[in-house]
């Protein structure tokens, strides 16, 4: 049985947590739909800074604030098209919980399409394929994705999807056939096409493939 200054403990920390998540709301909320963030403020405190106040709730809030964060980019995809807080946001998450695959996922396919901001993604995703993630391969493939579609680098791009074709439940034979291809063409419109159908087929998360085929879906 537990001493009534344990049960004390765990009503504590509870609270901290219940009001950090309160004034994280609060501060979403009242983001108007114009705001933009500047290049200094484009990602959330550090979570070896905020960590402390979770008091091991961490993986809780993660949670809370990815379902926040879908609503954010399901909401801004509708209306204005806008989202200055959205890397921010999938980076916090990834940094409470480095093991949450659906995070990456999202960072590798729409921060450099809606942010513009591929820099950031190769960030998040590097972060991924250093945690013991699960589908490891898939971030190796968003990566030499981003490489190839953003920075027009088809060796980096090669190596990764290469790299991900070695790893457990990988398509081995379509990966190094997309592998060889960048090493032999540049980039057009067509294989941007094929990339996008790639991408969509292997993704599991509802807004990246409704984002991605309405992409597809245009003439």
């Not at 993604?121 to 190796?140: F, H, M, P, T």
């Not at 998360?205 to 991605?212: A, C, H, S, T």
Request: proline share 6%; with cysteine; aromatic share 12%.
């Amino acid at each position: 049985m537990k001493s009534p200054r344990g049960f004390i403990a765990i009503i504590a920390a509870l609270a901290v947590l219940l009001a950090s998540i309160a004034v994280l709301q609060n501060k979403l909320t009242s983001l108007s739909l114009s705001a933009r963030v500047p290049k200094s403020m484009a990602y959330l405190p550090a979570s070896d800074k905020i960590g402390p106040f979770f008091l091991g709730f961490k993986t809780a809030f993660a949670d809370f604030l990815w379902i926040k964060t879908t609503l954010y980019f399901g909401g801004h995809l509708l209306s204005d098209k806008q989202f200055p807080w959205l890397i921010g946001m999938v980076d916090m998450v990834t940094r409470l919980n480095p093991h949450f695959y659906p995070a990456y996922e999202f960072a590798g396919l729409m921060v450099p399409d809606v942010c513009k901001n591929p820099q950031a993604a190769e960030i998040i995703l590097q972060r991924g394929i250093s945690s013991d993630v699960n589908k490891k391969w898939k971030l190796y493939f968003y990566l030499g994705m981003l490489y190839y579609k953003n920075f027009g680098d088809c060796r980096r791009a090669a190596i990764a999807i290469a790299t991900a074709a070695q790893l457990p439940e990988a398509p081995v034979a379509k990966l190094l056939g997309v592998a060889t291809a960048m090493m032999s063409k540049t980039q057009g419109e067509k294989d941007s096409r094929a990339f996008e159908y790639l991408m969509y087929s292997t993704s599991e998360n509802p807004e990246v493939r409704r984002y991605l085929q309405g992409k597809l879906t245009r003439p």
